[in-house]
């Protein structure tokens, strides 16, 4: 009786033991694809990048790093499927204009935000939003 409990207790505490295993190196396996899909963003690999963030996604699709990073790639690209599928949608212009302002894109953001900003009458509640840009001048 007692080298039955005695096996038990080594085959729980085996199974237990090969579990924290599994679970480091899942663990292991998922910040090594991160990375791995990181550097080809940083390479300008875009292609492969989206193929490692698909492969994380299907792996993990409630976490929204690989969404948000398929989202930059296809920005990075100038894929702005928004855009594409409704250019009048009210806030989109301003957004698009943030958007590349904030990834570096200073002379198309600028081109942006003159356009919106000559469309606008000067007594418009816009027009300060608008002209937050240095560069900008309101005409």
Avoid: D
Avoid at 10 to 33: D, F, P, Y
Avoid at 68 to 96: D, I
Avoid at 121 to 138: D, G
Wanted: glycine fraction near 6%; hydrophobic fraction near 40%.
């Amino acid at each position: 009786m007692q080298v039955n409990r005695v096996m038990q207790w080594g085959l729980i505490l085996w199974s237990s033991m090969a579990a924290t295993v599994c679970l480091g190196q899942a663990v292991q396996s998922v910040e090594s694809q991160r990375q791995t899909a990181l550097t080809f963003e940083q390479q300008g690999k875009n292609a492969e990048a989206e193929m490692a963030w698909r492969a994380l996604l299907k792996q993990y699709p409630a976490n929204p790093e690989p969404h948000a990073h398929l989202g930059f790639l296809e920005a990075r690209q100038e894929h702005y499927k928004a855009l594409a599928l409704s250019p009048s949608t009210p806030g989109l212009q301003p957004n698009l204009g943030l958007a590349l302002f904030k990834a570096g894109e200073m002379k198309e953001a600028v081109q942006i935000f003159e356009q919106l900003l000559k469309s606008q009458t000067l007594s418009s509640l816009e027009v300060p939003r608008l002209a937050t840009l240095p560069t900008t001048e309101v005409n």
